[in-house]
Antibody, heavy 118, light 111 residues
Framework: QVQLVQSGAEVKKPGASVKVSCKAS????????MHWVRQAPGQGLEWMGV????????NYAQKFQGRVTMTRDTSTSTVYMELSSLGSEDTAVYYC???????????WGQGTMVTVSS | QSVLTQPPSVSGAPGQRVTISCTGS?????????VDWYQQLPGTAPKLLIY???NRPSGVPDRFSGSKSGTSASLAITGLQAEDEADYYC???????????FGGGTKLTVL
């Protein structure tokens, strides 16, 4: 079955970087874009950006430009999201999500909790 | 605040009907971009509930329906059940931001 499995929880210090992985299975990896969405504790969903696994092109939300990098490894069907210069406001659950042809996110990873604390 | 505006909370008794609004602008919903809806139960990832304004994925009960008009969209839930208690989010695309946008979310309480 189609599945997205993310890496485990992370605890980082302010100013550090974090890299979260999302391994896809059950479909042709390069046929679907992959988005990243985050959710701070008790808050709503926030779109971070998208990567095209086929060519590696990316589009980041303006808020995160310069601080986020999305990459992919086609040999392992895995996408990565790296966020740098972490602050306490980056404490959140980070999700990868695969869209349908028209853009709705029908498949989600289980989420990765990132805690930024000194 | 969020680009798409939702009421923070709605409530209804079992069996009743509730609606959740999602108000956007001419750069997103009003520009003709699809609206999708998600249900999020506590401690879980969001689940696609309605796609392309008014379509239900397989397995979603027909008690859930979506509509879109002008710069707004709505999610309707009929025959409320206790298990419908969750957070609901709308989503669309915004041409000014060149990216996806979410509503702030609505917490549904079943009384």
């Amino acid at each position: 079955q189609v599945q997205l499995v993310q890496s485990g929880a992370e605890v980082k210090k302010p100013g550090a970087s974090v890299k979260v992985s999302c391994k896809a299975s059950g479909y042709t990896f390069t046929n679907y874009y992959m988005h990243w969405v985050r959710q701070a504790p008790g808050q709503g969903l926030e779109w971070m950006g998208v990567i095209n696994p086929s060519g590696g092109s990316t589009n980041y939300a303006q808020k995160f430009q310069g601080r986020v990098t999305m990459t992919r490894d086609t040999s392992t069907s895995t996408v990565y999201m790296e966020l740098s210069s972490l602050g306490s406001e980056d404490t959140a659950v980070y999700y990868c999500a695969r869209p349908t042809d028209r853009g709705a996110f029908d498949i989600w990873g289980q989420g990765t909790m990132v805690t930024v604390s000194s | 605040q969020s680009v798409l505006t939702q009421p923070p909370s709605v409530s209804g008794a079992p069996g009743q009907r509730v609606t959740i609004s999602c108000t956007g602008s001419r750069s997103n919903i009003g520009a003709g971009y699809d609206v999708d809806w998600y249900q999020q139960l506590p401690g879980t990832a969001p689940k696609l509930l309605i796609y392309e304004n008014n379509n239900r994925p397989s397995g979603v009960p027909d008690r859930f329906s979506g509509s879109k008009s002008g710069t707004s969209a709505s999610l309707a839930i009929t025959g409320l059940q206790a298990e419908d208690e969750a957070d609901y989010y709308c989503q669309s695309y915004d041409s000014s931001l060149s990216g996806s946008v979410f509503g702030g979310g609505t917490k549904l309480t079943v009384l």
